[in-house]
């Protein structure tokens, strides 16, 4: 089965601009989160979606925000990029929970290296 | 008050070494524990999961959790350079979001 996948791999970006990044789940997972990961903070939850809502968000700026498609692909945006936003942008895909753990476990993407400059 | 408390390290230990890893944690609804290894530029990886209390083992690693106390473990034996990498604890309450431990960083040195 193929893992989570992420596009782009890289980005360098300016100051002010916008930015999109794509998240392909494992098949049969519905459920994806987004974090920013820094140096600095680490692993810092941005949002969840499940079946097209967002279920879950974390104490991020409305500039960033995101969306989930019918086929459970997901995407983020980025607008107004500031030098902070700098980041490993990760992608995680849930397994339903099972009739044992009761809990999704969740499953990351390579991530997205995204520089602002 | 972080929710997730973790030693960013780094570690050094010789191979062989037995490495002890640890977390600790404010919100008692945790019930979900997990310990993800991430090598360098790449995404974390699921290494173990643990439900509520107690001790699971798998191959070479082991994970711990203690609820009365708010700590978790995870303990690798006979320690590789492969093992080198950073290992972050993560847990959440049935339902809720991940929280992440800021990672610690491990370098095995054959």
């Known amino acids: 089965k193929a893992g989570v996948t992420q596009t782009p791999r890289y980005l360098i970006k300016t100051r002010g601009q916008q930015v999109t990044l794509s998240c392909s789940p494992i098949?049969?997972?519905?459920?994806v989160s987004w974090y920013q990961q820094t140096p600095g903070q680490g692993l810092q939850f941005l949002f969840e979606y499940f079946s097209e809502t967002q279920r879950n968000k974390g104490n991020f700026p409305g500039r960033f925000s995101g969306r989930q498609f019918s086929n459970s692909r997901s995407e983020m945006n980025v607008s107004t990029l500031e030098l902070g936003d700098s980041a490993l942008y990760l992608c995680a895909s849930s397994v339903p929970p099972s009739t044992t753990s009761g809990q999704e476990t969740q499953y990351f993407g390579p991530g997205t290296r995204l520089l602002v400059l | 008050q972080k929710e997730v408390e973790q030693d960013p390290g780094p570690l050094s230990v010789p191979e062989g070494a037995i490495v002890s890893l640890n977390c600790t944690y404010s919100n008692s609804a945790f019930q979900y524990f997990m310990w993800y290894r991430q090598y360098s530029r790449k995404g974390p990886e699921l290494l173990m999961y643990?439900?509520?209390?107690g001790n699971k083992e798998d191959g070479r690693f082991t994970a711990q959790v203690d609820k009365s106390s708010k700590y978790i473990s995870l303990f690798i034996r006979d320690s590789q350079p492969s093992d080198s990498a950073t290992y972050l604890c993560a847990m959440s309450a049935i339902g809720n979001q991940f929280y992440f431990g800021t990672g610690t960083s491990l370098t095995v040195i054959p």
């Open positions: 098949s049969g997972h519905r459920s």
């Open positions: 643990t439900y509520s209390s």
